[in-house]
Structures are given as C-alpha cells and as structure tokens.
C-alpha cells in the first residue's frame, strides 16, 4: 500500500519533481531570503507520487495498461524504496519543523546575557554569534559593512540630530559655569580678598595662584591642628582628629576617603567635580549606582537613589534563587550605621541607650552584650516601634563600640535620640556615608561569598570562616552569627575562585558552628578597625585603581591572583548571618563597589530590588518593610501607594474604571473602606463604631440617622456605622485642607496576642479615637483562586460557618456533583470585617495564593474569608498568627 | 545482645526549639539527579519529581537525530534523600520503583547530625524587663537518615 494518500492529508504536499523553493541566488552564493526559504522548506513533507514500482502507469493511476500485453505487475524493491524514502522525508520533516521555528540568534542566550533592545543591534550580540546574527538579518559576514542600521561602527546609536538629555543638560551646564567663571574673572579677586590686577593674568596663571594658597592655608591648618591637639584627651577629641586626617588623606587615586560625622550628622560636603554638584543633592547615590542603574529600574526613596527591581523580569527566579540553587544580591548600603564609642567606665549609659532603642531585648542577654552573637529586631524611640535593625556589640577592655544598623526611614528619629546620650566618655559616629553593606541571599551566598574573600593573614576568625567554604546555607547556620576578619583586595583575583580544602564531615562542621556562638569567628581588631574613623582610613591607603591593577596584571600570569605586595591594603569587614537567612556583609563604604563587582562575576548570582525583598517576605510568611502598617514609616509608605492608586484611577476615564461605590456587594452596596489600599484609620472607626451598636439590632435594617445635641451621629445600626466612616474621613480631609498634621497616633497598633477593643465607651471623635490593636497574620487559600494585595478579611459569620467550612474543604458540591463556586454563599456584611491583607499574591513555593496582614486583636478564628478589593467572589483561607514578629 | 541505641535527647524546658537543616555541601547541578523528600512532601509529589529526573536521563533525538540524554550521561544513578519522619516516605518510594517500575534499587541507611537551637519562649515575662534571659543553647543531634539509589 502506498503511503502518499495517507500524505495526502498533510497540509503541505509537493511531488519530488516539485523542487523545494529556492530563491533567486546573489554573487556570494547564499539566497536573498534564507532564512524565510529555510522556513519554507522544513513545512514541506516529500512524497513520491510518481511512483516507478508501477511499470507503466497513466497520469492518474487509475487504468491498468499492459505492456507487449503483459499484466501490469508491481517492482517490489523499487516499492520499498519508495516507502522508505517517504517515511524518512516524514520524520525529517517532523525534526526540521520543530528546529527551524522563528527563533532568532539572541534568544539562543541566557536571559541575563541578552542586552536592552532585545539585540537587533548586532554589535550588543556576543562575538561569537554575530555571523549567525548577520546571517538571519540578510547580511553576510563577508560583506564591507558589518552593522546595523541606525548604529555607529562601534556599536553606538547614531548622533542625534540635534542634542537632548544629558548632552542638553551638560550645555546648560557649561553655560551656567562659563557664567560664574567670567563673574570671577570680573571681580578681580584672589581668595583673601587680596585685589589683583587682573589684565595682566591669564586663567592658567591665575589657577595656579588659586592652588597655591589652597595648599598653603591646608599645610597651615595641619600644623596648627598638631601643636593644640597634641595629645587628645578626650573620645570625641580623638575622633575628630582622626575625622580631619581621614578627610585629608592624600594616598589613592581612586579618591576614597572616610566620611563620618563625628556627634553629629554626616553629609557628603566634598565636591568630587563642579560638573555633577546638583546631581546628588537630594537623593544619594549608593556605591555601586552606576552599576545598578543599568541594571534596575531605580527609585527615590528615604533620600537614597535605590535599585527598586531588576530590568529583568525575575519573580520566578527571585523565589527559586532563594530557595533551591543560586544566590541573590542587594547593595544595601542605605541602611544607616550609627558607632556608638564608649568609655567601659560609661557602660551603664550604652546600656541605657540600647535597652531604650532595643526595648530592653539586647541588654537582656548575654551573647549580645559580649558581642558573641548579633541582634535583630525592631528599634523602638520613646516605646514606639519604628523599623526592623541590628545591633552589634565589640567589647574590648579600653574601648566598647556598638553599631546600630537602622533603616534610613527613620535615620532622623533615631540619630536624634542618640545623639541626646552624648556625653563626657560618650561619642557617636554616623557611619551613614562610611559603612556600606551588602546583602546575599540563598543556597549559594556562603558559597559565593567565599570565593571572593581571600587574605594572606589566616586567623582563627578566617580558619573558622573556611571551614564552611562550601556550605549550601538557607538555614544551617544560626541567626545572628558573626564573622570577621580582614581581607585582600579581592579586584587582585580575576575571578571567584573556591579554595580547594579537603571537605569538611558534617561534624566538624558542626562542631564548628558550635565555636561560633562562642565568638570564635570573631576577629575583635577586625571590627574595631571597620567601626572606626583611622580603621577605615587606613584600609582605603593606597586603594588600587582598576588601571593600576590592569598594569600589575601580567600575560603570563594570566588565570592567576595578581601578587600582593606589602602596601596593598587589608579591608577589615563583617559577615553577619541575619534575621531573613541571608548574610549581611559591613565593609567601608569605598570598598564596596570593589567587592560587589567581584560578587555579581560569582556564576548564579542575580540581583535584586526593594520589591524583591518584599516578595520573598511575604513567601516566608514574614513582614517586610511594605507590611510594617504599624510602625510610622511603613503606615505612610501605604498612604502614599494608596493615593498612588486612586490618582491612576481618577485619571481613568470613566467607561474604563472599575465603579467601586456601585458593586453589589451581598446586602451592601459599593466598599465600606478605601478601595485603593489599606484603608487603616475606616477600619479602626468601623471596629469601634460596631461596637456601639445596641445588641439584638437586626442589621438588615436601616433607620434614617439621628443627632445628638452636639450634632454627632448616634449609632444605631449598620448603615449608621457607614455613614460614621464617611463622616470622618470628610473631617480627616478638612483638617487635612487646613494644614492641621494627620495621624498624630496611628490608627493601628501592633498587638502581640489576642485583645479586646475595650469598652464599648469609646467616643467616636475625630481626634481621639485610640489606636485599634491589630496582630499580624500569615494566611493561606484553601481553594482555588488568586488573592492580591489590599484584599478584605473578614470573620465567617456564625449562621453559615458550617457551609463556608465545607466550601473550604472542598465538600460542599452542587447537585451535579460539582465544587460550589463561593459566590453561592454570599458576601459577609461589613459587620464581620475584621482585618486587610498587606501583600498577597500567588505563592511559588506552595502553589497557592498566601500572604500576610493584620487583622484587629479581638480574632483568633483559624479560618478567615477573604473578598479581593473590587470582586464578589470570596475565598476562605487558613489563618496563623505571627506572635512575635523578630525572635529576639 | 541488643544494639546499644544513644539515649533520646530530652527538650529544654521553657524553651522553644528552632531546628536548623543539617550541613550539605552546595553542588548547582545537583537538581538533575538528587531529591530530597521531606515528611511534609507528599507521596505522589515525590514519585513525579524522581520520574522526571529519570526522564532527564532517558535519551531523545536532538535536532540531527541522534539521541542525547537531557541531564548528560555521567550519572549512574538518581538519590533519593530522606531523614526522620521521612524515612518511611523513601523506603515506599524505594519499594515502588523496585517492584512496580521494575529498576535495580539500592537502599542505605546514615546518621546525619543536626544542630538544635533552644530560644528563650516569647511573652513569657513581658513585664519585669530587667530580668535577665539566658543566652541560646546550641545542641547538635543525630538523626536517622536514608538513601536511595535508583539506577538508570
């Protein structure tokens, strides 16, 4: 049987003497279009029709012809032959279809490898795909012009016709300093006051002077600082000295220096280059800036420029990176380090001061106030909470310091309080612009980590840090551990590189982590250096720059460290294992964009922002920064997402927005609270209004709504409460209106286990409303469905707890024996809201949507329901309270 | 004679326990071959996680029609890791792809030590804040643990 009817089917069919298309060919021999021809050809299946086994057929195959009167009789090999060649062209066919789909050279890269513009642009292709990219683009490789259109030789957009961005802001620039120089010049004037003739001066003459007298008053001031400061008696006398020298330091080209503000606040005053003055004067730039701007979308925040996410699309990547293979870097050097120096014969009042900022917790252990181990947790000023931060203690017997990591939100609170405990034998010094930090998260953030720190001095601390060089670590190693130790350049290695140790047994390594919670890995000089002023100073002498480097760097040695000599610097730095299973690494600030350039080269590492951060929180069942309502900063940083969202709503026209005040929502009509996010403060008047309604009302009901004396609403019932919310927020709007300050208390406040509201007194009134007391929870979805951020949480109503129950274990069917969708059940009242979801979304690690809120204190239900803002359509969800939200 | 077995540890009071993952050494290709069950892994979860691994080492034509296995052809065999609770979990795993899928199975038995931390329980003395706390206590432990080997 011939195979070609069941070909027949085939969309695509030609006979063999059908060749398959072939484009008209150019000199160089390759097609015009290859690449559409090659697509052409692999969707075609070869047959052959005209088949040879038959011996003499007609051009329809349908009659038998006899040849010299013979009957027709089949060729069987010929047959065979036939069928085979068909049967091959199928299968081929079915191969090149699959490998020839329209896939371009650049997709064929790693998702990190490939550049902006997805790579049209063959200069941004790796060199060894360019001929391939040529090819696919119609061009040859052996043609003059290898590139594309629309970009210079060297790989560079074509200028513009005329300037814009950066090059109109450097002429603005330019125009505005050529002003100032000319007023200069006008003026006539040296530095002192001192008229000078200035005809006869030209500008080179002139600098010239300038510079000399700047080094004259500098040697002057040098002089006169050494013979009245000879000997320095006191803490804070000895830091600024160390301050001035650190400024003063002449001894890199990379031009670092130490920057701390002694008893006081520290601020970068150096102007670096009059070209970029403006450029940071109110967001700061981290170390690594210019690295991450290309690579992140930035965002403004807490007077930091900070990488808000990846260009990348990563959220799948970011989960597993911090759970099964690779790492995940942040450059986290926005977080504030404030050293408080201490005489020992002034311990109490440290003590006193970290007791205040700790709420008690670090002065309660031990291992946190001998330095063994480092604290995490909330850092309260005056009994309120105000952000999450670590404190490390380096005790020694002539000096103690403490470093207090907090988070930039609240730099100024913080840095005020400290401030008010300096004394005589008390002396702080803001770190903020001398510190840096980076933080490495995952499987592979021991392992990473490793291979870029190396030294030549092998203490016990580095011993120690060795023995775990190839540690997979989500959560081996114990929270709050600390290593430190000094380190080499690690710019002289041209690669991360894992030292080859024997492989340690488990129980050496555990018996190591038992060493480490004595404080083992602990190198006390190692810290003192990197919290103070001449530690850090020293560490930045004769810092390398990437050329330097490049010239000591030789073809022979090629793979190889660059040899240390004895000038090059050791850079005193910090490991601490921290609270969210990832290791925060303390170096001075101008070490690290040398390190982070070293860790992003680590193969697997991706990097990160704010939203990743907050992602992998709410994964865990954690409270990130997004999710903290309860402290000031992270109850403001709702409001803004709130207004955020309503501005991108009102600016919707109206055929095109969601109606919120017309959803028909069970009995209600339209949201009780804000839809745009966590309404908090209609929340607290809902729960306390409810209260007030007298017992037995029915809540169906509506009566019009009466005054009292002092024309406020008396709560009767349901849709008195509602209307009580609209009232307040008017009120809130007004004052807001006359400039009076919002939210003196927050209308939340963070409660640890299960409380009452209190009385039922409590006045609804504007202004005193107390705090409603909520308690942080992690849930998760029972069934089906996807719950996102700002959803409803609301208490299952007692009459119809059995049904929501059955519906949640997935029992409840309906009489065709399929799951009951929950629209079924109705929308409970607002009477049972309880609580908001701050971050939600579906969770890759469980497979179902999770996340975490507050719900007010008076709930300890397992089960909770929860509405997404906008639909009708509930969810029941497992509920558990996080009750405590750092283990101190 | 019966095996001299260690005496069980006994919890501290007062204390809540944090138990942290034994040491492994990091290997990044180590998701081809290696699957770690927990006792919370569900049963069937397991079964398609090792039979994808497996899959990963069955040859498939590449794009000039030669067969070439996915994961490379080095490994001899798939692991598959459980410890406490989990045992159980690994040994019906085991008996599974020995008599149902018919696979040459080999079964090892370890101890593996981990590393208890005993912390002070929370909102237990809220009020007299001077008090002071114990520090952490670190114990390591021995936990059962086995290994299967399903050979290719």
Known sequence: ?????????????????????????????????????????????????????????????????????????????????????????????????????????????????????????????????????????????????????????????????????????????????????????????????????????????????????????????????????????????????????????????????????????????????????????????????????????????????????????????????????????????????????????????????????????????????????????????????????????????????????????????????????????????????????????????????????????????????RKFSRLNDTETVPTGTVFSFEIQDPRLWSKSVIPHNTPETVDSILDSLLELQEGKGNNEDALHKLFSIEGRSQSYKNQQTLKQLGKRRTPERSGEPIPSTSKDPSIPISVIKSATNSYDVIVPWFWVMPIWYQLVHVPHLMIAGLKQMNQLAYEKGELSFEDMIFTRQGFINSQIKMRENARKWNRKPRSKRVQYNSLALGSERGEALSPFGCDWRSLQVLRYALQKIPPGTDSSKAYPSEFNKKLERVIKCKADVLEVIKDIKKADKASELLGRPLFQTLPVRLANKKEDLGEKGVDIDVRNLPPLPVRAVYFECTSRGHITDNARMYRIPADSLDSWLSFASNEEKDIRGRNVSGRMLGIPGSEYLVGLATSATFNLVKGFSTGVGFVDSSSDDDRLILRNVGSDVCHVCRVSYLSSIWRN | MAPATAPKLARLENKCLVKHAPPRAYSQNEGSHVVYIKSSTPYISALKRIERSLDGFRPLPNRNGSPVAKSGSNIKYIVVKGMGKAIPKVVNLGIHFKYDKQLHVELYTKTIGVLDEFVPKDNENDDDDEEEEDDDVLRKRNVGSVELHIML
Not at chain 1, 18 to 38: L, Q
Not at chain 1, 82 to 104: D, G, M
Not at chain 1, 110 to 126: D, F, Q, Y
Not at chain 1, 221 to 233: G, L, M, S
């Open chain 1, 1 to 465: 049987m011939s195979l070609s009817p069941l070909l027949s089917y085939c969309k695509y069919r030609i006979s063999q003497d059908m060749a398959p298309y072939k484009n008209p060919k150019r000199g160089h021999g390759r097609s015009i279009n290859h690449k559409r021809e090659k697509l052409y050809n692999s969707r075609i299946i070869r047959t052959e029709l005209d088949d040879k086994s038959f011996t003499n057929p007609t051009v329809t195959n349908s009659d038998v012809i006899t040849i010299d009167n013979m009957a027709n009789k089949l060729d069987v090999p010929s047959f065979l032959r036939s069928r085979e060649f068909e049967i091959k062209s199928f299968e081929k066919s079915q191969l090149r279809s699959r490998y020839s789909s329209a896939t371009r050279v650049f997709q064929s890269l790693p998702r990190e490898l490939r550049r902006r513009t997805a790579s049209h642009n063959v200069r941004r292709i790796p060199k060894r795909m360019r001929p391939r990219a040529l090819k696919e683009m119609g061009f040859s490789y052996r043609d003059v012009k290898k590139e594309t259109k629309g970009v210079s030789e060297s790989g560079k957009p074509l200028k513009k016709a005329h300037p814009r961005g950066r090059q109109l802001y450097k002429l603005r620039r330019k125009s505005k300093l050529l002003k100032y120089a000319a007023k200069h010049k006008l003026s006539g004037h040296l530095i002192d006051g001192e008229v000078i003739d200035i005809k006869k001066l030209n500008v080179r003459e002139k600098l010239k002077m300038i510079r000399a007298r700047i080094e004259e008053i500098e040697r002057t001031r040098r002089v006169t600082n050494e013979d009245t400061q000879n000997a320095p008696e006191s803490l804070e006398d000895k830091d600024l000295l160390a301050q001035r020298e650190a400024v003063h330091l002449p001894s890199n080209l990379t031009g670092a220096y130490d920057n701390t503000g002694v008893n006081c606040k520290a601020g970068i005053h150096r102007i670096v280059s009059l070209k970029y003055v403006t450029r940071q004067s109110k967001f700061k730039w981290l170390p690594t800036h210019v690295w991450q701007a290309k690579r992140a979308k930035m965002i403004k925040r807490w007077g930091w420029n900070i990488a808000n996410e990846p260009t990348m699309k990563c959220f799948r990547k970011t989960s597993r990176s911090s759970r099964i293979k690779g790492c995940i870097a942040w450059d986290t050097s926005y977080i504030n380090t404030i050293v408080v120096n201490c005489d020992p014969s002034k311990k109490d009042v440290l003590n006193a001061l970290l007791s205040e900022l700790t709420n008690g917790s670090v002065t309660k252990k031990k291992q946190y106030i001998s330095g063994r181990k480092a604290w995490e947790g909330l850092i309260y000023v005056n009994k309120e909470p105000l952000c999450v931060g670590s404190v490390l203690q380096v005790p020694s017997e002539k000096l103690i310091r403490s470093a207090v990591r907090i988070h930039p939100s609240v730099y100024d609170v913080v840095i005020d309080k400290i401030l008010s405990y300096v004394q005589d034998g008390i002396d702080i010094n803001d770190c903020r612009y001398s510190i840096g930090s980076i933080n490495v998260r995952g499987p592979k953030a021991l392992t990473s980590l490793q291979s870029i720190f190396h030294t030549a001095k092998t203490d016990l601390a580095y011993k120690l840090w």
